[in-house]
């Protein structure tokens, strides 16, 4: 492991130490600030000539500052030698824009793919990207994770009969089934409309709810809309009991409120993709850690092995 180096921005230290130590590594000294008039400042301040280097930095809120410091370190480490970087990306902000959906529109996935590229990424790392055809935006290889086993382990725990995966909107069928198929759940889905950025509807409900206990799942909760939506509809079905396991908690705007409003939810699980500030702490918020699931893809990946057990 003396070829390995692992290193981080601003986003999320704790994520990276825990990864570290995972690893049994010291997270690797870089100076990442800024200059006077808000321009990211690096220094590398370590010699990574010929190493195998993996940078953590989920680009998440504020994720223009965090894409940035990633670019700008991957830059860094290039001229520097390193001899492969792994951008190391747990939750990869701007993947909503996947597509020319209406005239006019960007798609923020793809120029991030181009971005991380021309920085000088040799791969990419990352978890439960927003659509995982994201992947085929870059043209360097992709190892992307799953976060299911980690809430698996925890539902299987509080061992939940008459159980049933709930997927807020067509776009996380997929990830709905692979929970139902590893906790012996039914399947649901809601017919979810968004009449804007911060409001999501929910229309129906296809599948049968009623009496049951509900896991939605997603991959991301932003206002906490989609969310709150689909319980208020769960709710009028009839479901009992409401947990949510969403895997990145970016939590912006109304969220904390709309989850303190609501009633009928239980629990909602995150990962810790993102670090949860002080402000967004709340006790139906659960976090599970991913650390162990990235230490070990780092290690496989530096090892040439493969990765595919991680997605079982
Ligand atoms: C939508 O396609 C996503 O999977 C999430 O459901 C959505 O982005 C969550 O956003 P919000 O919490 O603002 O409703």
Redesign the pocket.
Known sequence: MDKLAVFSGNAHRELANSICAGLNVKLQDAFVSKFSEGEIRVKINENVRGKDVFVVQPTCPPSNDNLMELLIMIDALRRASAQRITAVIPYFGYA?QDRKDQPRVPITAKLVANLLTTAGANRVLTMDL?AGQIQGFFDIPVDHLFSVGVFVDYFSKMNIKDLVAVS??V??IKMARAYAKRVSAGLAIID?RRVS??K?EAMHILGDVEGKNVIIV??????????IEAVIALKKAKAKAIYAAITHG?L?GP?IERIDKCDGLEKLLISDSIPLTAEKKHPKIVVLSVATLLAEAIKRIHNEESVSCLFD
């Not at 997603?218 to 969310?227: E, F, N, V």
Request: glycine fraction near 8%; hydrophobic fraction near 25%.
């Open positions: 909503r927003h807020p909107d776009g996380s979810k950025p911060e999501a997603d991959d991301l909760i932003s206002t906490g809309s989609s969310l970016v912006s969220a």
